[in-house]
């Protein structure tokens, strides 16, 4: 027995013996190296899964201790990316790592860095900065060959940005960049330590400043502005959740103040791994693929910090601008001064028809088109609503007489209609685009994204919740000219009251109290389509613009046709239409959508040409064809001769102009449709404007010598504003990138780029020529009717 119990315990002995050997036998031996070294030289280590290098570093001097270091870091083998190169650095508060190679996984291929290069955070110690600021650097890696890896570290004397001075740098994927502004004299804002180890900066640093960068290539990238906190995101996925963010290939550019960064900013530049964020290509093409072999996809970078606009440059440059709408809007009360003497002195008696009236029974302006009903009695509402129902025969010729036969009561309610359906438009469509403007405008405060709005950064100048306060201020000319001419408008209506009913141009006074309104619209939808102007809001900055353009062709066709002109709901119910074009158009810009517009356009300028030629006697009709068949074989080539020289010409020279608008737009058929259909609009009421003053000047009509004045200005402001509108300093669209290529300085009092100018430029000449048309019938005040010719 005592035996067996001995020869128990010795086997249990052995057994437990041969298990701990086991253990020991799969333990790995790591070898830990530890070596101190010198900044500015290149160090080469060999590590493997066994060997650790740990590496200390001095300097010889401590001159540049108060800058931070950056990590260089090479690898002498090619390695495929399974057993990566772990390099870590330790400092006083934090730990950085990294890996080498650098996988960069792109829609064409995987591509890798062996090299990479990281600046450490100086603000690291905190206020702590007299401690040593030298981190220390260990490298691993799992592979069980030897990995041969080339270390250097160095300070980077560039960091501290000064005010005005240009700083250049290269950049790759591998190798990000940031610096330093402070808005302290001292970098750190540190009063306590050593200032000796530091810049100083010996000037007044302002509250605001802009980062203007360029480069010379169109290598995608992105730069951030990040506060000066550790750590700092230097990588493209983790720099979205801190600071803003942007991106530029060839220029960019954003204003910083003080109340976004008390004490001072880093700025972050950092290569993307393609361009199919700037450019929108969603795939990478041969020829950047190349890119990557031949250059290693190097983006150089060359950035200044300048001083922002002062609170004293804000004032004088918004007083300026105040004072420039100001004069214009004095300008036409005091021209109207000047027509209240000349019409008081105008009688016109004529029994016979005179030089303004036409005389040839046999054209079509003297042919019978409708026959109204002379009583007194009033028209009721149902018949407000078609005008002239019945089948009238004029006595040629045909005159304004013949056209202005509803009782004033009616006209009178038929132009209010235009003001309160322009009110009701008004009020519905702006709610919605504040409330969704104003939610951009946090979107970007919120996220930092800077390309959610299409700004020009080198001319964006933030004032309170506005980031871009000069382009939201400069629309103040739509809205102070809009009310001064309502204002207008309303005392011409008062004056006119006991005006005798028979006797000249019958107004409209609601269509003019409607275009005064559409200009205030104007510029409020536009203030608000600039708090975060981009693709999905244009149409708000254009929208009153083609509100304007109708109303102003509705108002000349109404001066000669009163009764037969459009009623409110039918011209409202167009722009609708017009509006509803341009969103497809923006939204949906094919070439098939493209050719189907381009059908209609014609085909409508066919239809007001045939229209407007007759005296709206035209209508198309299946027999049209046949009848014009008839017409050709019975005259011959007289049928292509016209009856009415003038008004042929001035409608051949508006036909060719709107098919050159619409061959241009065939021709480019690029994104921004809304500029087309704009151009289309208002260049047709200006020809129509021309039409009208030209057929004034046919039959001998007189126009006022203020109104001269008035017609001069505003074209030459049309002209100013034409130039100003196409230098433009953004384009939604193209990508954000791209976009900022066009972006320049502020040209006109620090504080305007020529987009302000154009809100100002085209304000005066809208102003000026609502102006021209409200007084240009002025010398017919007193005339009658029936010598008023209509054309």
Known sequence: MFLFILSFLLAFRYNCEAQNNAGLDNVTHRNFIYNTYEYDKIISVTVNETTIQ?????????????????????LNDTLDGEYPVFITATQQKGVSSWELPLVVATSNAVLQFDDMARTLCPHDAGSNITSENRPMIQITTANPHNTSVNIKLRRVTDFYVELDKEVPLNVTPSTPKYYYFS???????NSHIDKSILPRFNYTIPKSVMLMIESDDTVCAVVSIQNNSCPVFDNEKDM??????????????????????PVGFYIVFIVKENNA?????????????????????????????????????????????????????IFAPLLTLLRCNFTEEITVIEDEPGPSSSVNAASSETQPIAHIDDSDSEVDLEAEKEPMPQEIVLSP?????????????????????????????????????????STYQRMVFQTGNQDLCYYNFLCAHPLGFLSDFNHVYSNVGYV??????????????????NHPKNLGIPQHHGLFYSMGLALTMEGLLSACYHLCPNKMNFQFDSSFMYVIAVLVMVKLYQNRHPDVNASAHSTFMLIAVAMF?????????????????????LYVCFVLTMKIYYVGRFRMECLILKRAWVSLRTHGRRTFLPSYTARALLLAVANVANWALAAYGMYSHNKDFARHLLAILMGNAILYMLSYVLMKLVHRELIPAYVWVQLALAHAAWVLALLLFLDSRTKWSETPAQSRQHNAACTALRLLDTHDLWHLASAAAMFLSFNALLAIDDPLVNTPRHLIPVF
């Not at 970078?301 to 004293?312: I, K, M, N």
């Open 240 to 261: 979205l959740y801190q600071g803003y963010h942007l991106t530029m290939m060839t220029k960019g550019g954003i204003i910083i103040t003080q109340s976004m960064f």
């Open 277 to 329: 964020e700037c450019t929108g290509i969603g795939t990478d093409t041969v020829s950047s693929f190349q890119d990557w072999i031949v250059d290693g996809r190097v983006k150089n970078f060359r950035f200044r910090v300048v001083p922002a606009l002062t609170y004293t440059e804000y004032i004088s440059g918004v007083l300026a601008a105040f004072a420039l709408v100001l004069i214009v809007a």
């Open 581 to 601: 074009i341009g969103y497809f158009g923006i939204t949906y810009p094919s070439v098939a959508f493209w050719i189907v517009f381009t059908i209609l356009h």
């Open 183 to 189: 808005f302290d004299k001292d970098p750190l804002n």
């Open 480 to 497: 102070l000219l809009g009310l001064v001419f309502m204002a207008q408008t309303w005392w011409r209506q008062i004056r006119a009251a």
């Open 397 to 437: 010729p045909l005159t304004l007489a013949g056209l202005s036969r509803a009782k004033p009561g009616a006209h009178s309610r038929r132009s209010d209609r235009y003001f309160w359906s322009a009110l009701t438009v008004a009020v519905v469509y702006a709610l919605p685009v504040v409330q969704l403007l």
């Open 54 to 74: 740990t590496l200390d570093f001095t300097e010889e001097s401590n001159k540049w201790r108060g800058y931070p270091s950056r990590v260089h870091a090479a």
